[in-house]
């Protein structure tokens, strides 16, 4: 090893040392500050209204709650929050970017981690050191390799066939509950609970670089994943709740793929009614008329989202979900909801 290489070691250990911590939304009791920011204004009201919502779709036991994540929060900080609302029941579906689940919530399981970096960092080093960064968060791209190739590797072992990306998550969940898990991810949880988790774009993060993969040394043979499948799979899921209430997180592919499931079950004449409570936490700027960024209220102008619960809030999802998780479990209406076993459906 000469003496530049052992340099780029060092240097590339020094900035990989501060793991990201996830915040346990258990820890403490966000009731007092949430029933402060009810009487406030500006985004401290939207969030008080959010915990608001979501305590209501708690409570509303005819509801099917479907938690919607798209951007990084879960590299973050925020991947504990997510499994724990699967823990408790809180949630009975997911619908998620391939990055969310991949990227950072299988990554971490199989005992990776993201780490506390800059956004002031010159990324030509990074690029040199094999560091990827998200804003202020670092991640090994080595790790990171090692993560599609785990992918290409159960792909291999399943029968090849035509899967939906729900149905190839829930196998990477039994594979990680067979005793692979280095923690117990919302991937592992939601198979653990029955909980179908739906990535409408799953090549796009590590989950597509492997499977591309085992395509390629696999041609007359392998899996796939189809994306039609999905759309139907999860239309059938709002087909056969009585309700639905959405808690997003960001915007983008996943969030317009939950709420076209109404207009799709119309599509095949099934009548269903709009969501009945909706939550959206986005920084996006609506102005551009941007998917991410589009009002609920707009949403209900498609036939997609009933306007009686529910509220956009403009705020950062580190800051606001902690905040929303934390008040919604310490009021323990989860404490009555029984598990709704969505998975079974499709068995």
């Known amino acids: 090893m000469d003496d530049n290489t052992q340099k780029d070691l060092i240097l590339k250990k020094s900035l990989l040392k501060d793991k990201v911590k996830h915040i346990d939304v258990t ?42 994540i798209a951007g990084s929060s879960s590299a973050a900080g925020c991947l504990d929050v997510y ?23 299988f990554f971490e399981a199989i005992g990776f981690k993201h780490y506390k970096g800059s956004q002031f960092s010159d990324d030509n080093i990074l690029r040199t050191l094999g560091i ?10 080595e790790e990171l390799q090692k993560c599609d190739n785990k992918i290409y ?22 594979w990680l509950n067979n005793g692979n898990a280095k923690k117990n991810s919302l991937i592992e949880t939601c198979f653990q609970k029955n909980i179908p988790i739906f990535c409408p774009a799953f090549s796009d993060c590590s989950a597509g670089f492997g499977l591309v993969k085992h395509q390629n040394e ?12 999905d759309f139907r799979q999860l239309t059938q899921v709002k087909i056969e709740s009585k309700a639905t209430g959405l808690f997003m997180i960001g915007g983008g592919v996943p969030k317009n793929f939950v709420q076209d499931t109404v207009v799709c079950a119309e599509m095949i004449n099934k009548k269903v009614d709009m969501h009945k ?20 209220k707009e949403a209900s ?15 950062e999802a580190t800051v606001a979900v902690p905040l929303i998780i934390s ?14 076993n969505l998975s079974n459906i499709f068995d």
């Open 301 to 315: 102008s498609w036939g997609k989202v009933d306007t009686q619960y529910e509220q956009m809030v403009f705020s």
């Open 132 to 141: 990827d960064r998200i804003y202020d968060t670092f991640i090994d791209e």
């Open 153 to 174: 590797e159960i792909a291999n072992s399943l029968e090849p066939k035509v899967y939906s990306s729900m149905e190839f998550i829930k196998e990477l969940g039994r």
């Open 27 to 68: 820890n403490f009791d966000s009731r007092p500050i949430i029933n402060q920011m009810q009487s406030m204004s500006f985004v401290a009201r939207e969030i008080g209204k959010a915990a608001e919502i979501l305590n209501l779709m708690i409570k509303d036991h005819e509801s099917t709650n479907i938690l919607v």
């Open 218 to 229: 696999n041609l007359s043979s392998h899996i796939s994943i189809d994306s039609v499948k």
């Open 327 to 340: 008040d919604v479990y310490h009021r323990g209406f989860w404490k009555k909801r029984k598990q709704k």
């Open 83 to 105: 499994a724990k609302m699967a823990e408790c029941n809180i949630i009975d579906a997911v619908v998620a970017t391939g990055a969310s689940i991949i990227d950072m919530d």
């Open 277 to 296: 409570y909706a939550v959206q936490i986005t920084v996006a700027d609506q102005r551009d008329g941007a998917c991410s960024s589009s009002t609920l």
